[in-house]
């Protein structure tokens, strides 16, 4: 007779096995009724299945049956063929046109007739839109795409922005049962849309209809990353490929490297067969980042979550999404609930609020539509969990099987953003040099220039040349004095070298001069050094200034007439490849050290991200004492007149620096205009536990990202403290991985002559 311990392996084991065969049968069954492994289409993901399955290889449009059409074709119908998708162009960059916010930024989802209906997911959508916390506005920025004329009819009842999709000879009008042919075809039938979306210059994020919005998503999306995905089981202890993601919700930038991610995702579906574009992009992600480069993030399901993991924070809840769960009826009905449970929560007073203990109702018909258990009980696994792992493991062994000898249709190497970019540096270096320079110290300053022009177009295009894929382009400030061997400048640089994996982001630095003998030493160890004259004619910036002097105050705001400048290199184009696209600059004060990439702490819900002397936990309170030092503009119209707005307020407060008077002035920056007079931005502060200066340390090296020396005056001062911590530095990644995860590995500061 079997111990309880022996017949629970045993039963996992039957579980296991009958999972393996009930995956073989299937993927053998649809392969041979589809006459084999088929590896032909072109079209892309919808909608959002978070349960790993396969299904009968949909047999769509190929090149052979396109050809044999287009052949079959009078000249008239060819024409008019062209003529209408030359139409639908036009009509979809008008439509973008009008959805899109300054920033360039678009919401999309997609419906068919079934989740259009009135009282079905549509409505649900829309609903929490009007019941988040000022996410309203949002509305007017959304693009729904309808998948039949029922669906686009239904949307023109109930929203100003829809698109029909159309493809050809499929009806998309019902629901559709998970994983059937119908299913992949509507999953399948956006990401070419999306593509061109990209192309056309335009951000997106893309969300399945099947979710509730609370708050804004803008603000936990980083504006570093290519892809940011949400995700169905989050871990920051992973790493961060290493979480599995859920393509039911992603925002993309339109980039060049971006448009090849998409492209790669639809080259990779035949490679697949029967797998919905989450699982696909599941088996790729790392291809994108090994061959493309692109930066994928997951966002954590404490913010976006899902039926498949959630937490009863309603406090940080951001969505929620009903993955893990098959049937539209089911979708509807949980999340109902969790609509109903919103309004609750929000109707609570802020006391009540802080007291906790508010949780979501427990979404159990969809986790039932799934056969869900908990995960683990003191038996091991349930039988259901490990059916799947079978499941799933038979599956990716018979798919690496069965297209291991295949012919992938992987990008073209000319395609690649690598490739471009080396096109394109090779074509500047064969420009024309600039002639009639006045002066041997203007030719050095202008090396980068690649014709003619005043300065504005040399810094332009100097700030163009150094800026990453997005345009962002990475700027700081040096004289004489911090441009010296073995001062501040040497310094910084090393901090990029000794960092984690941000070496790269040099190339990318633009260092301003603020006098030929900078300009000499930056051009002796740097590629993008630009030559700043003062204002105020035969001013000297090349020494140390003693702090609030007039000569450092005209040095400080010198870089801010510079940062003004750099806010109106915005482009009106539409193109990811257009030379005059949106930029967006990162301003930084030498006296600092990088460690990691800060530029993960700074989100696309702002304008203005700056670096804090002391954060009270906000990101958005503008009570925080802001740290101009280390500052993220985007560059829009609305930020120039922002730049302009703080230059005109020195006059204001005579004596006073730049940072002052920011500070100063924050609250009317953020105000509308119709508030007093304001501009209306965005300001957002980042925690000084990662981008951290001596006013206020971060003490834990595992989240530091930069340290800057704050709260300290002095050249040698500076230096001094700055080579301390990159000492520290230095000793912290020196131990093992475990040790440095203890954290309790801290900063020494020996002999320090700095404020900590």
Request: with cysteine; glycine share 8%.
């Amino acid at each position: 007779m079997m111990m309880g311990g022996q017949q629970s392996a045993l039963n996992q084991l039957v579980s296991f096995l009958l999972g393996v065969s009930a995956a073989a049968v299937l993927i053998f069954f649809f392969s041979s009724a589809g006459g084999g492994w088929s590896t032909t289409t072109d079209l892309s993901s919808w909608a959002n299945g978070t349960v790993a399955a396969t299904a009968k290889e949909t047999n769509l449009t190929s090149t052979a049956a396109h050809v044999k059409e287009k052949a079959n074709l009078t000249n008239s119908q060819a024409a008019a063929a062209e003529a209408a998708k030359e139409e639908e162009e036009k009509e979809l960059e008008k439509l973008l046109a009008a959805v899109a916010d300054e920033h360039k930024n678009i919401i999309m989802t997609s419906v068919n007739e079934a989740w259009a209906a009135p009282g079905s997911l549509l409505d649900l959508f829309l609903e929490g839109f009007r019941a988040g916390e000022g996410i309203a506005r949002f509305v007017d920025h959304l693009l729904i795409v309808a998948l039949d004329d029922g669906a686009f009819r239904r949307c023109r009842d109930v929203h100003p922005h829809c698109y029909r999709l159309a493809v050809a000879g499929r009806n998309f009008t019902d629901e559709k049962v998970f994983m059937s042919e119908d299913y992949l075809d509507l999953v399948w039938s956006k990401v070419k849309l999306q593509q061109r979306i990209l192309e056309l210059g335009y951000n997106f994020l893309f969300t399945d209809c099947d979710m509730v919005l609370f708050r804004d998503p803008f603000r936990h999306i980083a504006v570093y990353a290519d892809m940011s995905t949400s995700s169905d089981d989050y871990s920051a202890a992973r790493a961060p490929l290493d979480n599995p993601l859920n393509t039911g919700l992603y925002y993309v930038k339109a980039t060049s490297q971006s448009v090849e991610m998409l492209r790669y995702w639809q080259a990779a579906r035949p490679r697949f067969p029967g797998a919905h574009d989450q699982a696909v992009f599941g088996h790729i992600k790392h291809e994108l980042v090994a061959k493309l480069r692109a930066r994928i993030e997951p966002l954590d399901t404490l913010y976006f979550g899902g039926f498949c993991e959630y937490h009863d924070d309603l406090a940080r809840a951001v969505t929620m999404h009903a993955d893990c769960c098959v049937g539209l009826d089911t979708k509807v009905h949980d999340l109902t609930d969790i609509a109903a449970d919103w309004k609750n929560y929000t109707g609570m007073s802020p006391e009540e609020r802080k007291k906790g203990g508010f949780k979501w109702t427990y979404p159990t018909r969809c986790r039932n539509s799934i056969g869900w258990r908990m995960a683990s009980s003191k038996n091991g696994l349930s039988p259901v969990v490990v059916f799947l792992l079978g499941a799933a493991s038979a599956t990716a062994l018979i798919v690496f099987v069965f297209t291991s000898t295949a012919s992938p249709a992987w990008p073209t190497p000319e395609a690649t953003p690598a490739t471009r970019q080396e096109k394109k540096a090779a074509a500047v270096a064969c420009a024309p040099r600039a002639k009639g320079i006045d002066s041997e110290t203007r030719r050095a300053a202008r090396t980068n220039q690649t014709g003619g022009g005043d300065d504005d177009d040399e810094f332009a295009r100097m700030v163009r040349r150094a800026a990453m894929e997005d345009r962002t382009v990475i700027m700081t400030s040096v004289n004489e004095a911090w441009a010296a061997p073995g001062s501040l400048m040497d310094s910084f640089l090393e901090s990029f070298r000794v960092g984690e994996n941000i070496s790269h982001f040099v190339e990318h630095i633009v260092v301003v001069a603020m006098d030929e003998g900078a300009l000499r030493r930056c051009r002796a160890i740097h590629p993008h050094c630009y030559l700043l004259l003062p204002e105020v004619a035969g001013l000297d910036l090349s020494g140390a200034k003693s702090y609030m002097t007039k000569d450092y105050l005209d040095l400080v705001w010198s870089k801010l007439k510079l940062q003004q400048r750099a806010s109106m290199i915005v482009g009106e184009t539409r193109g990811v490849d257009d030379e005059e696209h949106d930029a967006r600059w990162h301003w930084q004060d030498v006296d600092l050290a990088w460690f990691r990439n800060p530029m993960v702490h700074i989100t696309a819900a702002a304008d203005i991200t700056t670096s804090s002397d002391f954060y009270f936990g906000d990101p958005d309170d503008l009570g925080n004492y802001p740290n101009t030092g280390f500052i993220y503009f985007k560059a829009t119209p609305r930020n120039a007149r922002a730049m302009a707005y703080w230059h005109a307020a020195r006059r204001r407060f005579p004596g006073e620096h730049d940072q002052f008077v920011f500070n100063e002035i924050k609250r009317e920056l953020a105000a509308g205009a119709g508030e007093g007079g304001g501009v209306g931005v965005r300001i957002r502060f980042i925690d000084t536990a990662a981008v951290s200066g001596f006013c206020q340390l971060g003490r834990d090296l595992n989240r530091i990202a930069t340290v800057h020396m704050t709260c300290c005056i002095g050249l040698e001062n500076k230096l001094h403290d700055l080579r301390n911590v990159i000492r520290d530095w230095r000793r912290y990644v020196a131990r093992p991985r475990w040790e440095r995860q203890m954290g309790k590995i801290g900063w020494t500061f020996e002999g320090g002559k700095c404020i900590h």
